[in-house]
């Protein structure tokens, strides 16, 4: 038998291990490698009178911003956002439901598409003394910050509006959550406690690719910050040997004056490959231009993120990319394509 001593000693050892879990520095990485920290310094970058505006009055509004910079998210580079007046960020479109709230490990997300969401809750700008989403680009060329704040923004059952950003970071594809002002005056809104804040690629449930710091539960503090940090890239592998590359016939769009087509890779070596895979189009015919690359690699040509779920390509098994391309000359579309395994 234990006695009073022992039985204090335990309670207090107990409370300090709950002290410690409440504040974890760094969680355990996500299936693709992301891994959060809320150990982090806070440096509120209030861009309210320097940056654009953007929703100001909306309500369950979303606007596409260009980004200054490419910023890789989950293997592929982007050169746009939306942003919605819901407390969320997607990329490769906008959602068109994103009024409610998501479980990042188990539900579909709104449109299947890559999002970050900082405080993702039902948010509006169309109440009195609401302000707007405000963005600015603020650095030099290699360290660039891309600033999205909510500046202003009440729930629909809250009567003190909330202050809180995102900040995309060039070079280190790093994303930042800061926290400004997260209390509303309704309990069911304060520090989180009725919204979802992580982030997460397309498909995020069925292949974990997907970071849920919290959901519906009042754990974001005023003047908080938290990183999510990508895995370490890793060198892109040429694996062209252990592919076979098909490509449709180039259909012409006379209204918008482009081709379209596809190009198809399939795994012909005989074992999976890893993913992402990524398909570079060398020698393209002079005077050709790709108008949907997922970025340009220099002194080879345009690139393509080869879509798919999971972990690898399986033996056997296609994956087929769609392709754009302008050709003013009407000239033979000639290339030769790449596959790498990995992303640039």
């Known amino acids: 038998m234990r006695t009073t ?29 992301y891994t959060a920290s809320n150990s982090v310094t806070f ?30 998210f989950y293997g592929t580079t982007y050169n746009s956002l ?7 960020i997607t990329f490769g479109g906008c959602p068109t439901d994103d009024m409610t709230t998501r479980d990042l490990t188990a539900q579909p997300l709104p449109g299947n598409l890559p999002l970050i969401a900082p405080f993702w809750m039902d948010l509006t700008f169309a109440v009195p ?3 707007a989403v405000y963005y600015q680009a603020l650095g030099t060329t290699g360290t660039r910050q891309f600033v999205v ?16 950003e995102v900040v995309l970071r060039e070079g280190t594809n790093t994303v930042l959550f800061q926290y400004n002002k997260v209390d509303s005056g309704n309990v069911n809104v304060n520090q989180g406690a009725g919204a979802t804040v992580g982030i997460a690629a397309a498909n995020a449930a069925s292949t974990g690719y997907r970071y849920q710091w919290s959901r519906n539960v009042a754990v974001i503090t005023d003047n908080e910050a938290i990183l999510f940090t990508p895995p370490q890239a890793v060198a892109p592998v040429d694996v062209s040997s252990s592919v076979t590359v098909t490509t449709s016939a180039f259909v012409y769009n006379r209204l ?16 999976p490959l890893s993913l992402p895979l990524t398909i570079v189009l060398t020698n393209l015919t002079a005077g050709v231009t790709a108008l949907n690359p997922t970025g340009t690699l220099t002194g080879q040509g345009p690139y393509y993120a080869v879509p798919g779920t999971g972990t690898t390509l399986a033996a056997g098994k296609s994956v087929a990319v769609p392709v754009q391309f302008s050709d003013p000359s009407n000239a033979k579309i000639g290339f030769v394509a790449k596959t790498y395994s990995g992303s640039f």
């Open 256 to 271: 918008t004056q482009t081709y379209s087509g596809t190009i198809t890779i399939t795994n012909s070596g005989g074992q």
């Open 149 to 164: 704040q909510w500046n202003n923004v009440h729930a629909l059952n809250g009567a003190d509006a909330l202050n809180f």
């Open 43 to 72: 440096s509120y970058l209030d861009v309210s009178t320097t940056g654009t505006a953007v929703l100001a009055n909306a309500d369950d509004a979303t606007k596409t911003l260009s980004l200054p910079f490419g910023f890789r």
């Open 5 to 33: 001593k022992q039985i204090t000693y335990t309670v207090r050892l107990l409370a300090t291990v709950a002290l410690c879990m409440g504040n974890i520095p760094i969680r355990a990485a996500d299936a693709f490698g």
């Open 129 to 131: 003394g609401s302000g």
């Open 82 to 88: 939306c942003v919605s007046s819901n407390g969320l």
